[in-house]
Structure formats: structure tokens, C-alpha cells
């Protein structure tokens, strides 16, 4: 089993960034691969940025590439997502995933956090 617990949700304006943070516990050698996904109100959850055990690799949402970045520590057993140039449709829960394949283009993740609140306002 693999924990996650994220941070760095909250409010920021249009054109601002954050910082989300995933620190995963457990078996994170199962963590091969880590994503983020995002959850707005009344709309599914959506696939936002992927990337491998080795951080060279990684995969992005046509809608966040250029603007948000995924990297990951992985002494410190922990994954990021640097978000800039935010928009009001950025606003969503953002949820840290892992999996122990390597498949970035796979959306099906075993191991899900509890999310984290992101608000953009216009």
C-alpha cells in the first residue's frame, strides 16, 4: 500500500502560481509513476500531468502544457506540480495518484490521495 497526502492547495488570483506538493508513504516502491489529476464541480475527474520513477519522463494535459510542471524528489519521496499562469478553469480538487507501472499515457492509477483544494479567482 502507498499513502498520499497532498498540500499547497488555496486561493490565488488569475495569472498566479502554486505549488502542490504529494509526499507518499508506504510501499512507494510501488510508485513508479505519479500523476495528478484535478476534479471540478460537477464535471468528471481529469488526467493533468504524469511523470516516471526516474523524473526524465513525463507526459501533460493539452490543457496545462507550458503552464504547470511536474517533477519529483524521490529521497524525499515526493512529487510536485508547479502550476503558472492560472486561470479560473484551473479551479478544481486536485488529487495526487500512483501506480507501480510505466505507462504515463495510462490513466488507471492504484494509489489516490485525498485532494487538495485549488481556487482561482478572476
Known amino acids: 500500500q502507498v499513502q498520499l497526502v497532498e498540500s499547497g492547495g488555496g486561493l490565488v488570483q488569475a495569472g498566479g502560481s502554486l505549488r502542490l506538493s504529494c509526499a507518499a508513504s508506504?510501499?512507494?516502491?510501488?510508485?513508479?509513476?505519479m500523476g495528478w489529476f484535478r476534479q471540478a464541480p460537477g464535471k468528471e475527474r481529469e488526467f493533468v500531468a504524469a511523470?516516471?520513477?526516474?523524473?526524465?519522463?513525463?507526459h501533460y494535459a493539452d490543457s496545462v502544457k507550458g503552464r504547470f510542471t511536474i517533477s519529483r524528489d524521490n529521497a524525499k519521496n515526493t512529487a510536485y506540480l508547479q502550476m503558472n499562469s492560472l486561470k479560473p478553469e484551473d479551479t478544481a480538487v486536485y488529487y495526487c495518484?500512483?501506480?507501480?507501472?510505466?505507462?504515463?499515457?495510462?490513466?488507471?492509477?492504484?494509489?489516490w490521495g485525498q485532494g487538495t483544494q485549488v481556487t482561482v479567482s478572476s
Open positions: 495518484a500512483a501506480k507501480s507501472d510505466y505507462d504515463l499515457r495510462d490513466i488507471r492509477y492504484h494509489y
Open positions: 508506504g510501499r512507494t516502491s510501488s510508485s513508479n509513476a
Open positions: 511523470i516516471g520513477w526516474s523524473g526524465y519522463r513525463t
